[in-house]
């Protein structure tokens, strides 16, 4: 099993930058990617990005303002947010995924998944 844990997340203005953590613990081992998702109130939860934890690759480019990355040393996944709009109010999850796949912008691909963490932005 691994276990995912958010932080990182609040209310910010727009415009303003926010970095969101993802501490993985237990069998991280087996972990090929990790990625983060979000779910907007109202709305089905979307990918945002993901990276391989083995060689650094990243899956999708979310406009350009979101950089993800990663910590081997300290399993750690990182979401850099940077010029929040009020679209970007959502809740973030991070995921774990320990298949092989052209891509990993789909859900069923990810074994675990962390509880998430609230980001809200205001006008």
């Known amino acids: 099993q691994v276990q995912l844990a958010e932080s990182g997340g609040g209310l910010v203005q727009a415009g303003d930058s926010l970095t969101l953590s993802c501490a993985a613990s237990g069998r991280t081992y087996g972990v090929r990617v990790m990625g983060w998702f979000r779910r907007a109130p109202g709305k089905e939860r979307e990918f945002v990005s993901a990276?391989?934890?083995?060689?650094?690759k990243v899956y999708g480019s979310p406009q350009g303002r979101f950089i993800i990355s990663k910590d081997n040393a300290k399993n750690t996944l990182y979401l850099q947010m940077n010029s929040l709009t009020p679209e970007d109010t959502a809740a973030y999850y991070c995921a774990a995924s320990t298949y092989w796949a052209e891509s990993y912008s789909d859900d069923p691909l990810y074994d675990y998944w962390g509880q998430g963490t609230q980001v809200t932005v205001s006008s």
């Open positions: 990276i391989s934890w083995i060689d650094g």
